[in-house]
Nanobody
Framework: QVQLVESGGGLVQAGGSLRLSCAAS????????MGWYRQAPGKLRESVTT???????DYADAVKGRFTISRDNAKNTVYLQMNSLKPEDTAVYYC????????WGQGTQVTVSS
């Protein structure tokens, strides 16, 4: 069974940066896209950014210009570089690998203090 293991969350001051990583426990074939989602307290989970197998990216308006998604296919890993963080970015961040199935990470807390 495939597991996605996330790391890199934490507490940071507004304006700071964090880098999240998400690694699959084994190679997964036919992944069409990887992505990051987040869920703030009392809110629905929302898409932050996705990257396709071809390298095309998509970002939520709220993070454009501040967040960057990247992937290392050889390591079955996806990254999220988050710069210029704002208090409203505070949430639990989940990675997602999409193929025949959907795989989700366990979530990592990101807290941005003002």
């Amino acid at each position: 069974q495939v597991q996605l293991v996330e790391s890199g969350g934490g507490l940071v001051q507004a304006g700071g940066s964090l880098r999240l990583s998400c690694a699959a426990s084994r190679n997964i074939f036919s992944i069409s896209s990887m992505g990051w989602y987040r869920q703030a307290p009392g809110k629905l989970r929302e898409s932050v950014t996705t990257i396709t197998s071809g390298g095309s990216t998509d970002y939520a308006d709220a993070v454009k210009g501040r967040f960057t998604i990247s992937r290392d296919n050889a390591k079955n890993t996806v990254y999220l570089q988050m710069n210029s963080l704002k208090p409203e970015d505070t949430a639990v961040y989940y990675c997602n690998f999409r193929g025949i199935f959907d795989w989700w990470g366990q979530g990592t807390q990101v807290t941005v203090s003002s």
